[in-house]
């Protein structure tokens, strides 16, 4: 006996939802993890060299424009302080930003999960 495209389709579809409501959890918890962990290390490593801070760090003792007298030694100094102060200002702002994306995601199913049974306990 031949069932139709229909019952197919129908049961393809029910299984297919059912199967996601139930594997969603434990990909949120690994895979999904796991690929926001990778995009927070991207991105910070991103920050880092949009910023410069590995070359700005190296060249920290070394004179500005070959001027190695003892002026222009300091005044190079001083300037590449002032200037890596607010380079790693901005950088760990991006941290914090970047942190706060994982917690947010860390939490965002408990607080589900948190105002469901409070919703469900109420009524």
């Known amino acids: 006996?031949?069932?139709?495209?229909?019952i197919h389709v129908v049961r393809l579809v029910v299984v297919d939802v059912l199967l996601d409501i139930f594997t969603w959890p434990t990909w949120w918890c690994t895979l999904g993890l796991w690929t926001v962990l990778k995009w927070v290390g991207r991105g910070i490593a991103n920050e880092w060299f949009d910023f410069g801070l590995g070359p700005?760090?190296?060249s920290m003792f070394t004179p500005m424009y070959a001027d190695y007298s003892l002026a222009g030694?300091?005044?190079?100094?001083?300037?590449?302080?002032?200037?890596?102060?607010?380079?790693?200002?901005?950088?760990?702002?991006?941290?914090?930003?970047?942190m706060v994306a994982l917690a947010l995601y860390i939490a965002l199913?408990?607080?589900?999960?948190?105002?469901?049974?409070?919703?469900?306990?109420t009524s």
């Not at 006996?1 to 229909?6: I, Q």
């Not at 300091?74 to 302080?81: E, L, P, T, Y």
């Not at 199913?109 to 306990?121: D, E």
């Open 73 to 98: 030694r300091a005044i190079s100094f001083v300037a590449r302080i002032i200037i890596l102060t607010f380079r790693f200002v901005q950088f760990f702002l991006w941290l914090v930003l970047y």
């Open 1 to 6: 006996m031949r069932t139709s495209l229909a």
């Open 109 to 121: 199913p408990l607080g589900a999960a948190y105002f469901l049974i409070s919703f469900y306990r």
């Open 56 to 58: 700005w760090l190296k």
